[in-house]
């Protein structure tokens, strides 16, 4: 039987799950994030109390798939600084047991919305060139590459490919 995947908002009262999920994709899939398990498993519950504000504001927003009261997935957005016609999407990640089961698109479907409540017309990401699964996924949603690209933080041999689509 799938999994009923809900989507939840990531707020202050939800700092535990969101530092568990978080650090679980870190330790998963260190090579689709530009920060480390290493780094910010050493944050204090101050600075991951602060991230849940940072991303529940006008500016940024946070989301948690859950299968029941487990978190099974995590993505953000930002609006971008210089133009906020333009959203970033970050930290997307689902639990390898939920993926291809529609926790991803949920996701990313709730960031779209978010992304044109706030009147952005682009939703942007960076996935490194290693990724192909990623890749694929974000094709199916509609994104396409942008034709920029650039080192991977964490392994300069790794390329970060932009990807883009219009916001509905």
């Not at 016609?85 to 709730?110: D, F, I, K």
């Amino acid at each position: 039987m799938a999994a009923v995947i809900s989507i939840r908002k990531i707020t202050p009262e939800e700092v535990g799950a969101f530092k568990k999920i978080r650090l679980r994709a870190l330790q998963d899939a260190p090579y689709a994030f530009s920060s480390t398990y290493a780094r910010e498993s050493e944050f204090s519950d101050a600075e991951w109390l602060a991230r849940t504000v940072r991303w529940n504001g006008e500016k940024g927003v946070g989301f948690l798939a859950m299968d029941g009261e487990v978190a099974c997935g995590i993505a953000g957005a930002f609006l971008g600084d210089e133009d906020a016609r333009r959203a970033q999407l970050v930290s997307m990640w689902t639990a390898p047991a939920h993926r291809r089961q529609g926790a991803g698109r949920l996701l990313v479907n709730e960031v779209l919305a978010w992304a044109h409540s706030r009147e952005a017309r682009v939703l942007q990401l960076m996935v490194t060139s290693t990724n192909d699964a990623a890749i694929r996924f974000y094709e199916r949603l509609g994104f396409t590459r942008t034709g920029r690209s650039e080192p991977f933080p964490n392994d300069p041999a790794v390329r970060e490919y932009e990807m883009s689509r219009p916001v509905p």
